[in-house]
């Protein structure tokens, strides 16, 4: 291969490159936020601390009975939220560890009980959409960031798998006008950065019952993954351009 040949094929790399490595990038961080997601700690039952609450998960939802608890610190938890601003939709997902609270008998945060009854732990899979997402917030004063507002509900449906049972979940709103569904709030509840917090409802029976009683809601800490450094974007720089030679050596070969 000449070596005249050579540098159109590294400037039409280095151009591949700056359209992957530099335009997505900043073009996906105008838009699309993604965040790893931590256990509250000021929940109105912990400890354990959780970022997930679903009081009488498992009684078939027709008494308030255990409070179920979901540990988003947990070792074998892995919760995600993806904000597209663009869309106006949060997205909460993954895997978190729970299971009846055993401090829940005392309804007040203390050590007396901390842990899990024995047998009710397992793995919950999440996966909750909000919808007409505004930004910012209802209400700067308090400090958020976004939030979920309105007056004809469904801006907020999902689903939970836990110990064996499939469970329909819809966001729950406050009283009042616009009714609030979800927010994104700075320093909710004393804790330090994002916190994501609102009220839920879950059905056992594919939405023919759902389930009013105690309470269920989402209280959790939102900690907002980083764009690529510069160095990871100039080496998809270098990646492209070597891309682009190895073509041209096939071609000529």
Known sequence: ?????????????????????????????????TYDLGSHRAGGIASPYYGLRL??????GDREGDKYTFDFDHAMSSMVMTYDM??????????????????????????????????TTDVAVIDFTYTQVTQPGNDIVRGDI????????GYGTGTLSFGGTDFLLRAKGTEGSPVNYFNLTEGYRTEPGLVGWGWLQYSFDEGETWHTGGVSDWLFTADKRP???PGMIFGLLGLGAVTAVRRKLSAKA
């Not at 009081?55 to 078939?60: C, F, P, V």
């Not at 949060?90 to 024995?118: L, Q």
């Not at 976004?146 to 509900?153: K, M, P, T």
């Open 1 to 33: 291969m000449k070596t005249s040949n050579l540098f159109p094929a590294l400037a039409i790399g280095l151009t591949s490159a700056v359209t992957v490595g530099l335009a997505a990038p900043e073009a996906q961080a105008a838009s699309i936020m």
């Open 227 to 229: 764009v690529p450094e």
């Open 55 to 60: 009081d009488g998960l498992m009684d078939e």
């Open 146 to 153: 976004a939030s979920v507002n309105g007056d004809d509900g």
């Open 86 to 119: 663009d869309a106006g939709t949060i997205n909460i997902s993954g895997n978190a560890y729970g299971g009846a609270d055993a401090n829940a008998a005392s309804n007040s945060p203390g050590d007396a009980g901390d842990g899990y009854i024995d047998g």
